[in-house]
């Protein structure tokens, strides 16, 4: 999985963290958790605002 794959992203992001809320994680914990995933394989250095961003509302929509 790489940065630009947020749906991706996002729908792992709801399964290993069910008992949080995307509403609640700011971008630099949100990054974070991104990068633990498993499944991540991109760098660091390559996110951004936008793609956290994308990533977050993706897991909001994930979650509705």
Do not use: C, Y
């Not at 250095?45 to 990533?55: D, Q, T």
Request: charge should be negative; proline fraction near 3%.
């Amino acid at each position: 999985m790489n940065w630009t794959d947020s749906l991706e992203i996002a729908i792992a992001l709801d399964e290993a963290h069910p008992d949080i809320s995307p509403l609640t994680v700011g971008f630099v914990d949100l990054r974070e958790m991104v990068m633990a995933l498993a499944e991540f394989e991109d760098e660091a250095e390559k996110s951004g605002e936008k793609i956290l961003e994308a990533i977050q509302m993706n897991w909001i929509e994930e979650r509705e």
